[in-house]
């Protein structure tokens, strides 16, 4: 038992340290990863240098930084085939995409967060945080809430628990009680907006991808900017946005979803 904590702890160290080199998003020296490390010099060290070993981060000489390495990427392309949602979406996206003409998002939930999983650009494309393989805050994005506001009760506490509820502009939800009053709205009408909440300007309606016991599996959404459009004539592609949703989770009924697993750990706590 004493060795499975003691690998269970050093595995959590290199994830935390792949995590904090990936959060730069840039190649980064060793006195960067230190500045804001919880990890003794040392330590921090040793990680870097097993990371190094495995193929998880590549070293430059010339320029002293660590960057994610090659093996990250296969990792990640497995990841993207065997766990993401993207690829039984994906004729679908197309399908609207050339139908709407303005950006579609596909995403699911990480961990409390956003993971937009596939994008398709708009005819006339525009600049936004939203890129595929990028994380968002779920309280402030349209597919973020469209996701929450039909989970259980039990996840959705501990969900909304892991919230930072940051503002990040005028008309962000900042608060618990809020948000959940909204969550109540998108319910009832089976689908979510995003009203400048994340970003100044763009403006989304979101639908969430469910299952026939209405498991949350995804959710989709339409994005443009306030300068092209409004809410109005967004809200009225959702009929459209539920039929794509819809096909969605039918393809992906026989999908094999990842669960948690029930270790020996687990069952015995």
Same mark, same amino acid.
């Given at each position: 038992?004493?060795? =499975?904590?003691?690998?269970?702890? &050093?595995?959590?160290?290199?994830?935390?340290?792949?995590?904090?080199?990936?959060?730069?998003?840039?190649?980064?020296?060793?006195?960067?990863?230190?500045?804001?490390?919880?990890?003794?010099?040392?330590?921090?060290?040793?990680?870097?240098?097993?990371? $190094?070993?495995?193929?998880?981060?590549?070293?430059?000489?010339?320029?002293?930084?660590?960057?994610?390495?090659?093996?990250?990427?296969?990792?990640?392309?497995?990841?993207?085939?065997?766990?993401?949602?993207? /690829?039984?979406?994906?004729?679908?996206?197309?399908?609207?995409?050339?139908?709407?003409?303005? =950006?579609?998002?596909?995403?699911?939930?990480?961990?409390?967060?956003?993971?937009?999983?596939?994008?398709?650009?708009?005819?006339? /494309?525009?600049?936004?945080?939203?890129?595929?393989?990028?994380?968002?805050?779920?309280?402030? =994005?349209?597919?973020?809430?469209?996701?929450?506001?039909?989970?259980?009760?039990?996840?959705?506490?501990?969900?909304?628990?892991?919230?930072?509820?940051?503002?990040? &502009?005028?008309?962000?939800?900042?608060? &618990?009680?809020?948000?959940?009053?909204?969550?109540?709205?998108?319910?009832?009408?089976?689908?979510?907006?995003?009203?400048?909440?994340?970003? /100044?300007?763009?403006?989304?309606?979101?639908?969430?991808?469910?299952?026939? =016991?209405? $498991?949350?599996?995804?959710?989709?959404?339409?994005?443009?900017?306030?300068?092209?459009?409004?809410?109005?004539?967004?809200?009225?592609?959702?009929?459209?946005?539920?039929?794509?949703?819809?096909?969605?989770?039918?393809?992906?009924?026989?999908?094999?979803?990842?669960?948690?697993?029930?270790?020996?750990?687990?069952?015995?706590?």
């Amino acid at each position: 038992m004493q060795g =499975t904590q003691t690998a269970s702890g &050093t595995v959590k160290k290199a994830l935390c340290v792949l995590d904090q080199a990936a959060s730069f998003g840039r190649p980064v020296r060793f006195n960067e990863l230190l500045e804001n490390s919880p990890y003794p010099k040392g330590t921090l060290y040793r990680m870097l240098q097993t990371l $190094r070993s495995e193929g998880m981060l590549s070293y430059d000489e010339t320029s002293q930084t660590y960057s994610l390495g090659i093996r990250l990427v296969r990792l990640a392309h497995t990841a993207w085939t065997q766990s993401s949602l993207a /690829p039984v979406a994906r004729p679908f996206l197309d399908t609207l995409s050339k139908s709407i003409g303005e =950006t579609i998002h596909l995403a699911q939930l990480d961990n409390a967060q956003v993971l937009y999983v596939d994008k398709r650009n708009a005819e006339r /494309p525009v600049e936004m945080f939203s890129q595929a393989g990028k994380v968002g805050p779920a309280y402030c =994005t349209g597919v973020g809430k469209a996701m929450l506001a039909f989970l259980p009760e039990k996840e959705l506490q501990q969900a909304l628990a892991q919230q930072s509820f940051h503002r990040f &502009t005028p008309q962000t939800l900042a608060s &618990t009680d809020v948000l959940r009053d909204e969550l109540v709205n998108i319910r009832k009408r089976g689908y979510a907006f995003d009203r400048e909440e994340h970003e /100044p300007g763009i403006i989304c309606v979101a639908i969430p991808i469910l299952t026939r =016991t209405e $498991r949350v599996i995804g959710a989709i959404s339409v994005t443009s900017t306030t300068s092209r459009t409004s809410l109005d004539q967004l809200e009225g592609l959702a009929p459209e946005m539920r039929q794509a949703a819809d096909a969605i989770a039918d393809a992906a009924e026989h999908w094999s979803f990842p669960v948690q697993q029930k270790t020996k750990e687990t069952l015995e706590s």
